[in-house]
C-alpha cells in the first residue's frame, strides 16, 4: 500500500504546480487551499507566509535534486570524477533527477529568486557544496569546475528557453562531458 503524502507535502505539490503555471507571484494561499481542498487556516498552519512557503519550495527542490544526484553517485563503481559524473546526469541526463516538470519548476523558482533575495542564499549554499564536491573529485579541479560550468549553462538556457539542443547533440555533448570526467587527470 502507497504511503498517504502528508499535508504539507501536498500543499507543497500544489504549490509548485501554481509556480509552474502561472509563475510565483500568481501564488496564494486561497488557490493552494483549492487545489489541495484544505482550509486556508490548514495552510496557514504549515506556512505561515507566502515567504515560508517558497522557501519550503525552494529546499524541497535542492533536497530532490542532492538525493537525485546521491543515487547516481551511488551507482557509479569508479570513485575517479563520480560526482562530477552525477552531477551532469542529474542535470543533464535522460535519468535525471530533473525530468521536464522539474526543470519548469526549477526555472519558475530561480526567476522567483528576485523576488525573494534572502532565498538566494540556499541555492548559494547548494551551489558552494556542488563546487567544493567537484574540485575534490579526483579530476583536474579547473577540467571538472568547466565541466559543471557547461552543465549550468546548457540547464539554464533550456530552462529559460533559451536555446534547445536538438535531442541528438545534448546526448552527444551529454556524452562528452562524462567521457571528459573520466580522461581527466587529478593535477592540481
Known amino acids: 500500500m502507497a504511503k498517504r503524502e502528508s499535508a504539507r507535502d501536498r500543499i507543497l505539490t500544489a504549490a509548485e504546480a501554481i ?15 483549492e ?3 484544505l482550509s486556508k487556516g490548514g495552510i496557514l498552519y504549515h506556512f505561515a507566509s507566502k515567504d515560508a512557503l517558497v522557501r519550503a519550495m525552494v529546499e524541497r527542490f535542492v533536497y530532490r ?10 551507482e557509479d563503481e569508479d570513485p575517479h570524477g563520480r560526482y562530477t559524473r552525477a552531477y551532469v546526469g542529474a542535470t543533464l541526463g ?4 530533473t525530468g ?5 519548476l ?5 526567476a522567483a529568486l528576485s523576488n525573494f533575495p534572502d532565498l538566494l542564499e540556499i541555492v548559494r549554499q547548494q551551489n558552494i557544496r556542488c563546487q567544493a564536491a567537484v ?4 579530476l583536474d579541479p579547473v577540467d571538472a569546475t568547466i565541466i559543471r560550468l557547461a552543465v549550468e549553462g546548457l540547464w539554464m538556457a533550456e530552462v529559460f528557453n533559451v536555446m534547445h539542443l536538438d535531442p541528438e547533440m545534448k546526448r552527444k555533448v551529454t556524452a562528452r562531458l562524462i567521457e571528459r570526467t573520466r580522461a581527466s587527470s587529478n593535477r592540481k
Request: net charge negative.
Open 19 to 33: 509556480v509552474v503555471g502561472k509563475g510565483v507571484s500568481s501564488l496564494t494561499f486561497d488557490e493552494v487551499a
Open 35 to 37: 487545489q489541495t481542498g
Open 65 to 74: 535534486f542532492e538525493t537525485g544526484l546521491a543515487g547516481i553517485e551511488h
Open 94 to 97: 535522460e535519468a535525471a533527477s
Open 100 to 104: 521536464e516538470q522539474y526543470d519548469r
Open 106 to 110: 526549477g526555472a519558475s523558482i530561480t
Open 135 to 138: 574540485e575534490e573529485d579526483g
